[in-house]
């Protein structure tokens, strides 16, 4: 029932290097097959699930036309969240080496979380994650590099982490993007541009990846995306990929960290994601949460130790700096179950969309070629 990502394979983190191999750029690895080109677009699309496009195709037949073309699905990183996917894609690397291993995770030597979404501790980006990025290499390359994406972003510590090199463009509205993008695209003799599009996860959050409303905005963003095609140089070459997909969780199949005693028994501090929770347990007491976890979900999760899930391969190669930034148990949540922790992540209560887990509606995302 899970889906185990496919690093350095058919993986996300492995698009960006692709596009470089495809420019031409030295030691960068085609591992996809990407046909070359002068300039590249990577589109990442919010909340882009392989699995959705399909069951919705009559709404998205832009983007439908070019799955069936020749469109596949790529493998999320682990988990599959937003924060950790950025970072795979801006770096080349799987979690256990950059080290955004999820929305919030522990911060090493001390008892509070980092929130890589709002960056809301002193913690340095540049030191969290010190690996050069893709955009740094392909810059030093001789190609010209740009980032498309919301104003808020410029700056922020998962930027600066993952997808710091060449130049930030901030763009707020549709128009801004589809313009600034294409007189990107068309710098210098190689061009490589990096787009951002988050609108199909925020309503997929609030409404549910099955709704209405989400339907309407995947119909927008398919005329968005044609739009966006049609606009950028002729010699451009267009990759459409996500960061997850997506499962909608109703509100009586959540199980709340407190809830139960038993459930809280040994643990200091809750991190990670609903569909995947990090435990970080009190010394010697891993074994009975982990029992504890394991009775109370049974089939509707995997709940594994730390060092279980590692060798199972879900973060890739950890490096001994990332190791305990993981949880001491990680759930990892299937069907239609999410663990929350109100008391800690108020906000969680209220959505219905989510995903971080390893199933195939939240790790297959796609990639699209428009050339």
Not at 263 to 287: H, Q
Request: some cysteine; overall charge negative; glycine content about 10%.
């Amino acid at each position: 029932m899970l889906v185990l990502p496919k690093y350095g394979e058919a993986a996300l983190s492995d698009l960006v290097a692709a596009a470089m191999a495809g420019l031409e750029v030295e030691s960068a690895r085609n591992l996809l097959g990407l046909p070359p080109a002068r300039r590249y677009v990577v589109l990442l699309i919010d909340g882009f699930g392989w699995n959705l496009l399909r069951t919705y195709a009559t709404e998205a037949p832009y983007l439908a036309g070019l799955a069936d073309q020749s469109g596949r699905p790529l493998t999320a990183p682990v988990p599959s969240t937003t924060s950790t996917s950025l970072v795979s894609l801006g770096t080349g690397r799987p979690p256990g080496e950059h080290g955004v291993v999820g929305y919030t995770m522990l911060v090493p030597g001390t008892d509070h979380l980092l929130n890589t979404l709002r960056w809301n501790t002193t913690v340095e980006p540049l030191v969290w994650q010190p690996h050069a990025t893709l955009l740094e290499q392909a810059e030093r390359a001789g190609v010209a590099v740009t980032s498309v994406s919301p104003k808020a972003f410029r700056g922020s510590g998962l930027t600066v982490a993952g997808l710091r090199g060449g130049e930030f463009v901030a763009a707020d509205s549709a128009g801004q993007r589809i313009a600034y993008t294409a007189e990107a695209s068309a710098r210098g003799q190689r061009s490589l541009v990096y787009l951002y599009e988050g609108s199909l996860d925020w309503t997929g959050h609030r409404d549910g990846c099955h709704s209405p409303a989400w339907r309407h905005q995947l119909a927008a963003t398919d005329a968005f995306v044609a739009r966006l095609r049609a606009a950028l140089p002729a010699d451009a070459t267009l990759l459409i990929t996500g960061d997850h997909g997506m499962l909608d969780v109703p509100f009586d199949r959540r199980v709340d960290v407190d809830s139960d005693p038993r459930l809280r028994a040994g643990v200091y501090l809750v991190g990670g994601d609903p569909r995947l929770r990090y435990l970080y347990t009190e010394p010697g007491a891993t074994d009975d949460v982990v029992a504890a976890w394991r009775e109370r979900l049974g089939p509707d999760a995997v709940v594994l130790t730390r060092d279980e899930a590692v060798t199972q391969g879900w973060f890739g190669p950890v490096d001994e700096r990332v190791l305990p930034r993981l949880g001491d148990v990680v759930i990892a949540s299937l069907g239609d179950v999410a663990v929350e922790c109100a008391a800690e992540f108020p906000m969680e209560a209220s959505l219905l969309g989510w995903h971080g887990s390893l199933t195939a509606d939240e790790m297959l995302v796609p990639l699209l070629v428009a050339a």
